[in-house]
């Protein structure tokens, strides 16, 4: 009987375990697992789309010191340069933007933050927070099957972690905004399937965007760097289940240096960065407070001969504009430009230039000057006190320094200088054309003339130096105004090619008369003429129809 009793076990044990065996491997057969912990359940993110930043037009520059009724910003003068101040509509076909910030795209290697919660009614059960990269189909967050969960999604739409979230289980948990492009998304999800559960993510913003950019085109700058600039933002709390603002206040931000991004890789004279603010609360004034940069002027198209200045110390306000922005919308960016200008020289009330003007196209079409973000360098300013010997190497003149009469291309190596006489001129004013655009002019008559009766004069073989007056934390040289002895090229028949001239000295003046004589109108150019130790003005060229105006000498601008 116990021999019985115990076969009878065995079978019974056998059974048991054979159907053990047969449930386990049924279940297992028929499950897509990945990850057998859990329940083998996980949820897959992917950024589907995140909101693109819209440009905000209606926004304008709102300058101190504007004169009144005036709706186009004006020139400012601070620490040792004068800058104008412009918003994104002022200057349409020269706006700038940073590159890669407005695409609708989240980036590989982008970090987001996930924030989990297990739902059960109107409960919701903290399960954990994680961090998953864009583009990595590894990143995933294992879960229980059949639950109901809530997730919410943080990033700064970069490579940037997204701080924890430091109270995951108050009924109301928070997140900061500070100075980041903060993107938000949440949802629902039932683990309905076994193995991966994929869910999309569509990003939305809750800040605005602002773009500074300073432009060193008006100095004549070759490159722009050291930037250091204050900049005033709003920064926030939101709540993580409803992405509502709770609490906001004044933030500034500093940026300096590798901060900034030259807008145009192929130069480096023209730097923006970002900043941002909490989106839809009051922002009021945009401020950006300058406190020092510096710029590389040379002195050709070449390195060889440059000069630094540097403007500011980095601890002290040197120049603040500021920008009417009234309240930042969400997902809007606001670009403003800061356009730099060299600083001046004031004699007799004129407002001349630190040097001479010069065309760097010189390309033998002479094509006229265009308006265009293109030909925004075309025109610049020789630098300060420049040695009148850097101007040429032996019988290489650098033409691009010589205009002639009410024409705004300088010329080039004979014999295309000889062309020029049956070519009428443009009657354009290339100072006019030195960026920002209609900040300069060729002097005229009675301006050059203010010259004549300034005390303090000297000369030498190479200049003739007049005291003036300028900013007092300037970088630049002095407030001496110095115009070289440059010679002229002369074109003494029409038939003959331009002659260089090297003992004459002169500088063109707008203005221009006829004179009737026995012979016939006779029209009179004027222009300043430097001796070894002498100015005159009015000094004057006649001639009949073009012939007199042909003639190809220097220009030192003034301010309008």
């Known amino acids: ?9 065995q079978y019974f044990l056998f059974v048991a375990l054979a159907g053990l065996i047969m449930i386990s491997c049924e279940k297992k057969s028929s499950s897509n697992v990945v990850d057998e912990e859990d329940g083998g359940v996980k949820l897959q993110f992917v950024v589907s789309s995140v909101e693109e930043f819209a440009v905000e037009e209606a926004k304008t520059a709102s300058v101190s010191r504007k004169a009144s009724g005036v709706t186009t910003p004006q020139i400012e003068s601070f620490e040792g340069f004068d800058a104008v101040a412009v918003s994104y509509d002022e200057d349409s076909d020269l706006k700038y933007e940073i590159a890669d910030k407005r695409a609708a795209t989240f980036n590989a290697g982008n970090k987001y933050r996930v924030v989990l919660y297990e739902v059960s009614g109107t409960n919701e059960t903290y399960v954990g927070q994680y961090v998953l990269t864009s583009g990595d189909n590894t990143s995933t967050i294992p879960v229980n099957y059949n639950r109901t969960y809530k997730w919410y999604a943080i990033s700064y739409n970069s490579s940037e972690v997204p701080a924890e979230v430091a109270d995951p289980t108050s009924p109301s948990p928070t997140f900061n905004f500070a100075n980041r492009d903060v993107l938000y998304a949440s949802g629902q ?20 965007r602002i773009d500074v950019v300073f432009n060193a085109v008006g100095m004549s700058a070759w490159v722009l760097d050291q930037i250091n600039v204050d900049l005033n933002v709003k920064q926030g709390v939101f709540n993580l289940k409803t992405g509502a603002l709770v609490s906001s206040s004044n933030l500034t931000v500093n940026k300096a240096n590798t901060d900034f991004t030259y807008v145009d890789a192929s130069f480096q004279d023209i730097a923006a960065v970002s900043v941002y603010t909490v989106g839809n609360e009051s922002l009021g004034t945009f401020t950006p407070s300058l406190k020092k940069f510096r710029v590389v002027q040379h002195n050709s198209l070449t390195t060889s001969d440059s000069d630094a200045y ?5 601890s002290s306000v040197i120049g603040s504009w500021n920008f009417s922005i009234g309240t930042p919308v969400k997902a809007k960016y606001y670009p403003f430009t800061i356009n730099l200008v060299q600083a001046p020289i004031t004699i007799g009330g004129v407002r001349f230039a630190r040097g001479n003007i010069y065309d760097t196209d010189n390309a033998s079409s002479q094509a006229s000057p265009v308006r265009n973000a293109a030909n925004m360098r075309r025109y610049k300013l020789r630098k300060q006190n420049a040695n009148v ?7 290489n003149y650098h033409y691009t320094d010589y205009f002639r009469f009410g024409d705004s291309r300088a010329g080039s190596a004979p014999p295309l200088l000889g062309s020029f006489f049956n070519t009428a001129a443009d009657g354009l004013d290339p100072c006019n054309f030195l960026y920002p655009y209609d900040t300069w002019k060729t002097p005229t008559r009675n301006e050059l ?5 300034a005390s303090g004069k000297t000369f030498t073989s190479n200049y003739m130096e007049v005291p003036g007056t300028g900013p007092a934390n300037s970088p630049y040289p002095s407030n001496n105004l110095r115009l070289e002895k440059k010679g002229i090229f002369e074109n003494l028949l029409a038939s003959s090619p331009y002659i260089w001239n090297s003992g004459t000295h002169r500088y063109w003046s707008t203005t221009n008369e006829g004179v009737w004589i026995i012979i016939g109108n006779i029209d009179w ?31 030192r601008c003034v301010r309008k």
């Open 1 to 9: 009987m116990n021999m019985v009793r115990l076969k009878n076990m």
């Open 189 to 208: 999800v039932t683990t309905s399937v076994l193995g991966n559960n994929p869910l999309g993510i569509k990003f939305r913003r809750l800040g605005s």
């Open 310 to 314: 540097i403007f500011g110390n980095g």
């Open 389 to 395: 010997n850097n101007y040429w190497i032996g019988a």
């Open 449 to 453: 003339a203010v010259l004549s009766s």
């Open 525 to 555: 150019y004027y222009y300043a003429e430097m001796g070894s130790n002498s100015y005159n003005v009015p000094a004057a060229y006649g001639g009949l129809g073009q012939w007199a105006q042909h003639n190809h000498y220097p220009i």
